[in-house]
């Protein structure tokens, strides 16, 4: 696998002049030519990366799933995700890239919080799709990062930084309103995770596979997990793990007042390893213990 170690690197493999900031850079895709270069073939990054694409066309593979783009579609890309371009078929059409080393986030709040944009972790085909509104508010951080670039002195971090801040901010927001402009869509999702989970604890898969994992799911719906946490909160109020709790707890409440098991036997058959963890998790939901539940019955 092929390693892109500096914003240097990366701008001698798209024909580009030397970046005028080594540790971020704004790309506009007009002006570059990727090379013929084996590195293309399967590649990860050591930097950020916020691809607006418009009227391009082509084909990336991202992770494991290939998604064909045309355009109006913002993507993000964070450090050490393989990826891999089909320069064959590659037009760049326009748009931008931005570009920036982790090392540029040092001693900055978003040093920390970047990791809470989920959309960094995102599948390719769940990219946004932008209005020619929103593009237009994105493409005028770009610019003005791209001028602040320019200007490396003291003031240099705080001000892209915080501009970067602000874009990550917008994407949060056009996010939030796909997920709402696709309810039909996401509706089918929300009644594909319904029956997954009953599937899943209806049968015997929880004895044999063990705990219902966020992954497990997200795999099963053909989704990154963080994208469907995202989705799950905007329409529910819950990610996947609040959702798997919930469907667990109310499984464990109908054996503990259905049946004779034993707290120990309901653990097991919910994929539990150890009945204690079982216990807390239920103690946690319901301010009772398992066996407390199941005197309310007697």
């Known amino acids: 696998m092929n390693a892109i170690n500096s914003i240097s690197e990366f701008h001698r493999l798209l024909s580009l002049p030397a970046p005028r900031h080594p540790l971020v850079s704004v790309i506009n895709l007009t002006e570059s030519t990727f090379l013929e270069d084996e590195v293309w073939k399967g590649f990860v990054n050591q930097f950020y990366c ?3 694409k418009r009227e391009a066309k ?3 593979k991202y992770g494991q799933q290939h998604y064909d783009y045309d ?3 913002l993507s993000f890309t ?3 995700q393989v990826q891999s371009l089909d320069l064959q078929n590659m037009e760049c059409g326009s748009g931008y890239l931005l570009i920036f080393h982790p090392d540029f986030l040092l001693k900055h709040s978003l040093a920390n919080t970047i990791h809470q944009y989920g959309f960094f972790s995102y599948a390719v085909n769940e990219a946004l799709h932008l209005s020619e509104a929103e593009e237009e508010d994105l493409i005028t951080i770009l610019l003005k990062i791209n001028q ?4 490396i002195d003291r003031h240099t971090q705080d001000i892209i930084l915080s501009q970067i801040d602000l874009l990550l901010n917008y994407g949060k ?3 939030e309103r796909q997920f709402i402009t696709r ?3 996401n509706h089918q999702l929300l009644t594909k995770l319904e029956n997954l989970l009953n599937q899943y604890f209806s ?3 929880p004895a044999e596979k063990g705990l219902l994992t966020v992954q497990y799911v997200a795999e099963q719906m053909n989704l990154s997990p963080n994208y469907l946490s995202d989705m799950l909160r905007v329409h529910t109020g819950q990610n996947t793990q609040q959702h798997i709790h919930e469907k667990l707890i109310q499984q464990a409440k109908e054996r503990l007042s259905t049946t004779t098991l034993s707290v120990r036997e309901i653990a097991y058959g919910l994929g539990f390893e150890y009945a204690q963890s079982f216990s807390t998790l239920f103690k946690r939901k319901t301010n009772m213990s398992p066996l407390e539940f199941r005197q309310t019955f007697n």
């Not at 602040?148 to 200007?151: M, N």
């Open 50 to 52: 916020v691809a607006l």
């Open 58 to 60: 082509g084909k990336i």
């Open 71 to 73: 355009k109006g579609v």
């Open 78 to 80: 964070a450090p050490n």
């Open 148 to 151: 602040e670039c320019a200007h």
């Open 173 to 175: 927001r056009f996010y």
């Open 183 to 185: 309810k039909n869509n």
């Open 203 to 205: 049968a015997s898969s």
